[in-house]
């Protein structure tokens, strides 16, 4: 166990500085203490969310938060499990282990940081880049359809799936504990702002 990083070198306006702000939140509400909780997050800009909360921590692979996550609940279901990811990372290379987590139903918390693009590899499309938008990979604007994060989480099994947005503080932090209270596995995924890449 140790304590978060406080040089947080996300870039200026990063939505991600405001989900660990939430999460640290709702972690204090519920008076889930740093030794009893463990955050494992992906690669990517959101991979560094697990460096900048106190407590047990793990910065896995790119796409295995939930293989990794699930593995700490087993290991101790005493244990406060949250994992967490960028868009890319859950639904992109991770997408296999999302599915199976929402139907093996573990008591583990999902938060996905949803900035609709690959930010740290500079600005390809994901699974949740919106049509039209313009990125390294789709110069010409999307021509696929974003998949349903929520839609798929429920049809496989997920009994919470919910929506929040960064810029909505409190409702976000709010959703975060009813995630992390509700017993199974929850996701969140969080709309956020990303300045560097996503101009749509
Ligand atoms: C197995 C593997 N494939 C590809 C990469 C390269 N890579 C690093 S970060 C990243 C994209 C991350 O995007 P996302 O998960 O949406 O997170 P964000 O950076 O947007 O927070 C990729 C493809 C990697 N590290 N490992
Ligand atoms: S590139 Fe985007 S997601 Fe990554 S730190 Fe900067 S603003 Fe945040």
């Given amino acids: 166990m140790r304590s978060g990083l406080n040089n947080i070198q996300w870039c200026v306006g990063c939505g991600d500085t405001l989900i660990i702000g939430a ?47 699930t593995g700490v609940k087993m290991a ?26 929402c139907k093996r139903d573990l008591d583990i918390t999902y938060i996905v940081m949803d900035n609709e693009n690959y930010a740290l590899t ?3 499309a994901s699974p949740t880049t919106p049509i039209g938008a313009k990125t ?17 989480a429920e049809k496989a099994g997920c009994r919470f799936a919910k929506r929040a947005d960064s810029i909505k503080f409190a409702e976000m932090k709010d959703i975060i ?22 101009r749509w």
């Avoid at 990979?137 to 798929?152: A, K, L, Q």
């Fill in 23 to 69: 999460i640290k939140k709702a972690f204090s509400d519920l008076g889930i203490e740093s030794h009893n909780r463990v955050v494992v997050s992906g690669v990517g800009c959101s991979g560094k969310a697990s460096q900048y909360i106190d407590g047990y921590a793990a910065e896995t692979l790119h796409g295995r938060t939930l293989p990794f996550a």
């Fill in 177 to 198: 504990k009813e995630a992390i209270t509700h017993k199974g596995f929850s996701i969140v995924n969080i709309h956020q702002a990303c300045p560097s890449f996503k």
């Fill in 136 to 152: 390294k990979t789709t110069p010409e604007g999307n021509i696929s359809e974003p998949f349903d994060p929520i839609g798929i």
């Fill in 76 to 101: 101790n279901p005493n244990l406060t499990v949250l994992a967490t990811g960028g868009d890319g990372d859950g639904y992109g290379i991770g997408m296999g282990h999302f599915i199976h987590a």
């Fill in 122 to 124: 500079t600005g390809q």
